[in-house]
């Protein structure tokens, strides 16, 4: 298997094709997303709640998500790896989005980066773009301004606010990004951003008008249990299944049943009889 380029995807957009994107931090993990056939996997920043029990993403810093995506590169060498820029890592200068973003390639050796805003971080962009780095914007809730969002809300729910979130689009595509994602919105703007747009358009909440879909791994598998999101449909119920095995082996360590024999080393032949005669 070659390793996904932006190429392929774009192809995968000419054709029709569904991308299919998951969200992910670790290296088992992302040897399983290589295996069932993932085009694209984000190390997203939500992994200050699904990994460190933060309350929310601002605590991220780029040291962790780093270090997350060079371990998700190790166990998917041939998917798509985006990067995603934590909060404070490219809003304080285009200098500063230029050289974290750049980090995620020379760490992790990531293929792309993403950052929330639309409007508002176009010159980010195109100081990213122009230093040759290919970058994913991300509208409509950004988890890292959702303060400002009135919260964890779908947005572009007026005819005035989806128009914003249309023009958020405009900006990013022209600015150079080469993908975009779109959040919790009503599908009729996601089908309005996908169909003026030429550039690759993903969504999370936001109905199937797109070019692919990316959710995260945590809440699919039932491994986050804070919250799940409306958008997220669950295939698994994993921590119901951790739970349970812990508990077996809570039970029979304390009633003696673990280790038993097969979990033992024996000592070799005729040694036993040789150690007991060296004990006092």
């Given at each position: 298997m070659s390793r996904k380029s932006l190429y392929d995807l774009y192809q995968m957009k000419a054709k029709g094709e569904k991308i299919a994107w998951l969200t992910l931090y670790d290296y088992p993990s992302a040897q399983f997303g290589q295996?069932?056939?993932?085009?694209?996997?984000?190390?997203?920043?939500?992994?200050?709640?699904?990994?460190?029990?933060?309350?929310?993403?601002?605590?991220?810093?780029?040291?962790?998500?780093?270090g997350h995506a060079e371990a998700v590169r190790r166990g998917a060498p041939d998917v798509y790896l985006v990067g995603d820029l934590p909060f404070l890592s490219y809003q304080t200068s285009e200098a500063e989005a230029v050289y974290n973003a750049g980090?995620?390639?020379?760490?992790?050796?990531?293929?792309?980066?993403?950052?929330?805003?639309?409007?508002?971080?176009?010159n980010r962009v195109k100081a990213i773009s122009e230093a040759g780095i290919a970058v994913c914007g991300h509208?409509?809730?950004?988890?890292?301004?959702?303060?400002?969002?009135?919260?964890h809300k779908a947005q572009g729910r007026t005819a005035?606010?989806?128009?914003?979130?249309?023009?958020?689009?405009?900006?990013?595509?022209k600015a150079g990004a080469k993908l975009l994602l779109v959040e919790a919105v009503p599908p009729e703007v996601t089908?309005?951003?996908?169909?003026?747009?030429?550039?690759?358009?993903l969504g999370i909440g936001g109905g199937g008008a797109c070019?692919?879909?990316?959710?995260?791994?945590?809440?699919?598998?039932?491994?986050?249990?804070?919250?799940?999101?409306?958008?997220v449909k669950k295939y698994a119920n994993v921590a119901e299944i951790i739970t349970k095995a812990i508990a077996e082996y809570v039970r029979d360590v304390k009633d003696g049943q673990f280790p038993a024999a097969e979990h033992t080393y024996g000592m070799l032949p005729g040694e036993a009889e040789k150690f007991r005669q060296m004990i006092p």
């Open positions: 295996a069932a056939g993932l085009d694209m996997i984000l190390v997203g920043d939500s992994l200050g709640m699904c990994v460190y029990g933060y309350n929310g993403t601002a605590a991220v810093t780029m040291e962790q998500c780093l980090m995620f390639l020379k760490k992790a050796d990531a293929d792309a980066v993403k950052l929330e805003g639309g409007v508002r971080v176009a509208i409509g809730l950004t988890p890292q301004s959702s303060g400002q969002l009135g919260g005035e606010a989806a128009k914003l979130i249309l023009e958020d689009a405009w900006a990013i595509e089908e309005a951003i996908h169909r003026t747009l030429s550039i690759p358009v070019d692919g879909q990316v959710l995260i791994l945590s809440d699919i598998i039932g491994q986050f249990q804070a919250f799940t999101p409306k958008f």
